[in-house]
C-alpha cells in the first residue's frame, strides 16, 4: 500500500461545477495535509494546508479533513479553466522535527469550458 | 519579497559527469528540503537540512548523491558519475523552521536534469 494515494486521472470537470479531489494516507500519526497545484513543467504551488479534523474554506476552494478515515479532499466550486493542472496531495508522516512531505502521485484536473 | 530560487534551471550532461545543482532558499528560512519529480510522479523526498547540518538524509537514492548546506543558506545537490536514470526534475523547497509541525513549504522553480 502506497503511503498516500490518489486517483491519477484525468478527471475532466465541466465550468463552473464543482471539482472534488481525494486522497488517502496510510500512517495515523500525521499531522500536516497539504493540496499543491502543479501546472505542467512548473514547480508546486501550495493551495491549501489543513490540520484538524473538518472542513477549512479559501475562497473556491474547501479543504476536508478526517483523521478517523485517513482521508483528505478538496472541493473546487465554479471550476475555472485556470484550475486545469495537476492536484498533489501531501503530507508530513513524520512527527515534530522533521516535515518532510509523502506526495500522492497527483491527479490531473481538466476544465471543459 | 524574493521566493526560492534554483539554479540552473536546465541542465543536460552526458552519462558519467558530474553536476551540481544550487538553491537559494527564501531569507531566514532555516529548513531547506530538496526533492525529486519524475514525469507522471509526485515529488519523492531526498534530504532534508536544518540549519547546515544534514537532519535527514534518508531519501538519497544511493552515494552518487550527496547535498551541502555550508552556511546555513545556500544548497547544492551533487550527483556525481550521472546516470540516464537520474534525469528528472529537481525541486528545492524551505520553510521558516522545519519544527513547528504546521509550517508550509515553499518550493522553487526546479532543475530540469537530463541525463544523455
Known amino acids: 500500500q502506497k503511503e498516500v494515494e490518489q486517483n491519477s486521472g484525468p478527471l475532466s470537470v465541466p465550468e463552473g461545477a464543482i471539482a472534488s479531489l481525494n486522497c488517502t494516507y496510510s500512517d495515523r500519526v500525521s499531522q500536516s495535509f497539504f493540496w499543491y497545484r502543479q501546472y505542467s513543467g512548473k514547480s508546486p504551488e501550495l493551495i491549501m494546508s489543513?490540520?484538524?479534523?473538518g472542513d477549512k474554506e479559501d475562497g473556491r476552494f474547501t479543504a476536508q479533513l478526517n483523521k478517523a478515515s485517513q482521508y483528505v479532499s478538496l472541493l473546487i466550486r465554479d471550476s475555472q479553466p485556470s484550475d486545469s493542472a495537476t492536484y498533489l496531495c501531501?503530507?508530513?508522516?513524520?512527527?515534530?522535527?522533521?516535515?518532510?512531505?509523502?506526495f500522492g502521485t497527483g491527479t490531473r484536473l481538466t476544465i471543459i469550458p | 519579497g524574493a521566493g526560492v530560487s534554483q539554479t540552473p534551471s536546465n541542465k543536460v550532461t552526458e552519462k558519467g559527469k558530474y553536476v551540481e545543482l544550487r538553491c537559494d532558499p527564501i531569507s531566514g528560512h532555516t529548513a531547506l528540503y530538496w526533492y525529486r519529480q519524475s514525469l507522471g510522479q509526485g515529488p519523492e523526498f531526498l534530504i532534508y537540512f536544518q540549519g547546515t547540518g544534514a537532519a535527514d538524509d534518508s531519501g538519497l537514492p544511493n552515494d552518487r548523491f550527496f547535498a551541502v548546506r555550508p552556511e546555513g543558506s545556500v544548497s547544492t545537490l551533487k550527483i556525481q558519475r550521472t546516470e540516464r536514470g537520474d534525469s528528472a526534475m529537481y525541486l528545492c523547497?524551505?520553510?521558516?523552521?522545519?519544527?513547528?509541525?504546521?509550517?508550509?513549504?515553499?518550493f522553487g522553480p526546479g532543475t530540469r536534469l537530463l541525463v544523455l
Open positions: 489543513i490540520y484538524s479534523n
Open positions: 523547497a524551505s520553510s521558516l523552521t522545519g519544527t513547528s509541525g504546521q509550517e508550509t513549504q515553499y
Open positions: 501531501a503530507v508530513n508522516l513524520s512527527n515534530f522535527g522533521n516535515e518532510k512531505l509523502t
